[in-house]
């Protein structure tokens, strides 16, 4: 009986400390896409709110193809000084830690993936997505081996590993990774991996933190609207075609003075474009061959070279866009194919408006011409041998064909001929009339 008494006392003890148990909240932040600025920005973001709001765990559920290498530095660099203890989970199934993310991984507190997931090839790249420069490349990769063998050893994980992830471009599935020591964790969704990192455990500032998965309150940071924007804006890809668009807004506008749409939207990019650039990377090599191409469209119109200038720009973009963003970590590059393709668009769709425009002078030119002879239209008004008529809507000035023809404002009158821009009118009836014509 005592016995008995005994179990339903430390049932209800437990029981009780159970139901009473601190609560232990955890954040979860995704980084998905590129490593840009705007990653780091939502990184600090994150890490202050956790700091200001007593929360236990920051979560990362990541999946990234990599990114700037000096947006990757500052990230790792606050993952390993936060007051807060940091854990990354590489998924849903399907995601990827590649480049950059290798370096997120490993600066971790606790790190797993998701079944179907891959993490490695850390290996730097040129900005065009080739191999570097033998011996640029070799102080990059010496630089990165170094990095995550210190951050590596730090977490207790496998150094030869990481390594190798650079100098081979190694990647590996999450199994393997659980199983040669780079992760701790494989679990398909983000509550199991809580479970097992309360189970097992975070070290962090000479401490263990341990906690039930009952205890756990998930939440979600809302990094708003703006951190939205900032990664759309902030991509390479889409600064670039802002930078494109934005030249060809201003372009029609140039050349269609008074057209105000293509203007308005033109500038609007042409301005984000710049914030972006100021931001990312950037050339200025690539930013003026951009300018020099648009130099030379536009001089298509005025200078007759049989195309010459038009495929001049061409190439000039194609380089500009090439040469536009230098990433001293050979992370960040935007692939020929994105920049081969709005480079002919761009050129194709600047030489229809080109054709338009001389087409359109041309057209004009043969209008104003010989065309308004026999025209009729009505006196303005004279003086002597000269004065103006309006025909055609038109006003132009004018002078008598025949010596002893004075006509009064007001009066019906035929274009008889036409002298540069004078016309010379003869009499079409007596009788004034006061049609505008």
Request: proline residues 5%; contains cysteine.
């Amino acid at each position: 009986m005592r016995r008995l008494l005994l179990f339903v006392v430390v049932f209800v003890v437990m029981a009780a400390s159970s139901a009473f148990a601190e609560p232990f909240r955890v954040v979860q932040v995704d980084l998905t896409g590129a490593v840009s600025p705007a990653q780091e920005e939502l990184l600090n973001d994150s890490l202050s709110y956790c700091s200001d709001n007593d929360i236990r765990l920051l979560l990362i559920r990541l999946d990234t193809p990599g990114g700037l290498g000096e947006s990757m530095r500052n990230m790792v660099k606050a993952i390993l000084n936060s007051p807060v203890p940091v854990a990354v989970w590489v998924g849903p199934s399907g995601a990827r830690a590649t480049s950059a993310g290798v370096f997120i991984v490993a600066a971790s507190d606790v790190a797993g993936m998701a079944p179907y997931t891959t993490i490695g090839a850390a290996s730097p790249v040129s900005l065009g997505g080739d191999d570097i420069e033998e011996t640029m490349q070799m102080k990059i990769k010496n630089d990165f081996v170094s990095l995550l063998k210190s951050v590596a050893s730090r977490r207790g994980r496998n150094i030869e590993w990481y390594a190798s992830s650079v100098e081979t471009a190694a990647s590996i599935t999450a199994e393997e990774a659980a199983e040669m020591k780079v992760v701790e964790i494989v679990a398909p969704s983000v509550p199991s991996f809580l479970d097992a990192v309360g189970e097992r455990g975070i070290s962090h500032m000479g401490q263990t933190i341990t906690f039930a998965g009952d205890q756990v309150v998930l939440e979600t940071f809302d990094p708003g609207i703006r951190y939205s924007i900032l990664s759309w804006l902030l991509h390479p890809q889409i600064a670039y075609f802002l930078l494109l668009g934005g030249m060809i807004g201003l372009f029609i506008e140039i050349t269609h003075p008074g057209t105000v749409f293509p203007g308005v939207l033109g500038g609007i990019c042409l301005l984000l474009a710049l914030y972006a650039l100021s931001i990312l990377p950037t050339s200025v090599t690539g930013v003026l061959l951009i300018l020099f191409a648009l130099l030379l469209l536009g001089l298509e119109v005025s200078i007759t070279s049989f195309g010459l200038l038009t495929v001049a720009g061409a190439v000039s973009l194609f380089m500009g866009g090439m040469l536009l963003f230098r990433d001293p970590y050979g992370y960040l590059h935007i692939p020929v194919f994105y920049i081969l393709i709005p480079s002919v668009v761009f050129s194709a769709f600047i030489s229809v408006i080109l054709w338009l425009v001389i087409r359109s002078r041309k057209t004009r030119y043969i209008a104003d011409g010989d065309t308004i002879v026999g025209m009729e239209g009505n006196v303005i008004r004279w003086d002597g041998r000269k004065g103006q008529i309006r025909v055609r809507g038109e006003i132009w000035a004018a002078t008598a064909s025949q010596g002893d023809f004075v006509p009064s404002p007001g009066l019906r009158v035929r274009i008889s001929g036409r002298s540069g821009l004078t016309a010379e009118i003869e009499p079409l009836g007596s009788e004034p009339t006061n049609t505008n014509g």
